[in-house]
């Protein structure tokens, strides 16, 4: 039988793909040895009572269904009795996204009294990623990856691996320019040698060494109730970039090319977490009453 390493070093998946990947068949395949049962020989009723014993979004679902149909296929083959089972589709409803609110409210948290204040090195790094996701859209492992030498300051462009192995780059504002270059005056006195992304760990159990995904997701976890906002993740982030960007009247393609989504559809699919009254500005009663205020 194909080992767990070889089906990932062959899967042509990125780097942050093969450990969800693994996370999910390793438990999966733990969860059979209790039951005295292998991938081999599971089929879709036990793979949906493996499914059901966990609460996860349908987004998250599919992912590890994904990764059990790609293990099995790779494994034992096309007629594997997993590849049979169809998954119903499931609107996940409305995602976490920050409202122009809350993104404010975020920014003026970790601004302080005065945004050029050093002392501090935590405050000032946490300021310069919010203000670079909040204009990028970087998904959690991308800015994780990022490096140094692919962030371009005179020119405020960033480039770096996206999904599908694929290069993008993406642009970001002054004012992020300014709070990445103070970042960046106290970065090397902080990062390990060699190290080569940006953002890096300040205290905890690696520090000096790039920041995880996961490590992402705990810090915005302990400053969304200092900021005086409700939880947010690192994806939430990237939702209120599409969507303020939206409201602000920038168009789906320029969001598209803006975010390095593959296609408008997937954009389209963030702006269904625009508020309602996003859209209050156009309502025609209102434009009606303008109009005849003029006349």
């Given at each position: 039988?194909?080992?767990?390493?070889t089906?990932?070093?062959?899967?042509?998946?990125?780097p942050?793909?093969?450990?969800?990947?693994?996370?999910?068949?390793?438990?999966?395949?733990a969860?059979?040895?209790?039951?005295?049962?292998?991938?081999?020989?599971v089929d879709?009723?036990?793979?949906?009572?493996?499914?059901?014993?966990?609460?996860?979004?349908?987004?998250?679902?599919?992912?590890?269904?994904?990764?059990?149909?790609?293990y099995?296929?790779?494994?034992?083959?096309?007629?594997?009795?997993?590849?049979?089972?169809?998954?119903r589709?499931?609107?996940?409803?409305?995602?976490?996204?920050?409202?122009?609110?809350?993104?404010?409210?975020?920014?003026?948290?970790?601004?302080?009294?005065?945004?050029?204040?050093?002392?501090?090195?935590?405050?000032?790094?946490?300021?310069?990623?919010?203000?670079?996701?909040?204009?990028?859209?970087l998904?959690?492992?991308?800015?994780?990856a990022?490096?140094?030498?692919?962030?371009?300051?005179?020119h405020?462009?960033l480039?770096?691996m996206?999904?599908?192995s694929?290069?993008?780059t993406a642009?970001?504002?002054v004012?992020?320019?300014?709070?990445l270059?103070?970042w960046l005056?106290?970065r090397?006195?902080?990062?390990?040698?060699?190290?080569?992304?940006?953002?890096?760990?300040i205290?905890?159990?690696?520090?000096?060494?790039?920041?995880?995904?996961s490590?992402?997701?705990?810090?915005?976890?302990?400053?969304?109730?200092?900021?005086?906002?409700?939880?947010?993740?690192?994806?939430?982030?990237?939702?209120?970039?599409?969507?303020?960007?939206?409201?602000?009247?920038a168009?789906?393609?320029l969001?598209?090319?803006q975010?390095?989504?593959?296609n408008?559809?997937l954009?389209?699919?963030?702006?269904?977490?625009?508020?309602?009254?996003?859209?209050?500005q156009?309502?025609?009663t209102?434009q009606?009453?303008?109009?005849?205020?003029?006349?």
């Amino acid at each position: 039988m194909t080992t767990l390493a070889t089906f990932l070093a062959c899967s042509g998946t990125a780097p942050s793909t093969q450990l969800s990947y693994r996370w999910y068949l390793t438990n999966l395949q733990a969860w059979l040895v209790e039951r005295g049962r292998t991938l081999e020989d599971v089929d879709p009723g036990l793979f949906m009572e493996w499914l059901d014993l966990h609460t996860w979004a349908p987004a998250t679902r599919r992912f590890a269904v994904a990764a059990v149909r790609a293990y099995t296929r790779y494994t034992f083959g096309d007629a594997h009795p997993c590849l049979r089972l169809k998954m119903r589709t499931v609107d996940s409803g409305p995602q976490r996204t920050l409202s122009l609110e809350e993104a404010i409210k975020l920014l003026r948290y970790l601004t302080g009294k005065d945004e050029l204040d050093c002392t501090d090195p935590k405050r000032v790094r946490d300021l310069a990623l919010v203000s670079l996701l909040l204009d990028t859209g970087l998904r959690a492992f991308e800015a994780s990856a990022l490096t140094v030498k692919n962030l371009d300051l005179a020119h405020q462009q960033l480039g770096v691996m996206q999904k599908g192995s694929r290069w993008r780059t993406a642009i970001y504002s002054v004012e992020t320019r300014v709070r990445l270059r103070l970042w960046l005056s106290l970065r090397d006195r902080i990062a390990l040698p060699g190290v080569e992304e940006v953002f890096v760990g300040i205290g905890g159990k690696k520090p000096g060494t790039r920041i995880t995904p996961s490590g992402l997701r705990v810090m915005f976890r302990a400053i969304a109730p200092k900021a005086g906002i409700p939880h947010f993740g690192p994806h939430a982030l990237r939702r209120s970039m599409a969507c303020i960007s939206l409201v602000s009247g920038a168009s789906t393609r320029l969001v598209q090319r803006q975010g390095g989504w593959s296609n408008s559809k997937l954009v389209e699919t963030y702006s269904r977490m625009l508020p309602d009254m996003a859209f209050a500005q156009w309502l025609p009663t209102r434009q009606l009453a303008s109009a005849d205020a003029r006349d």
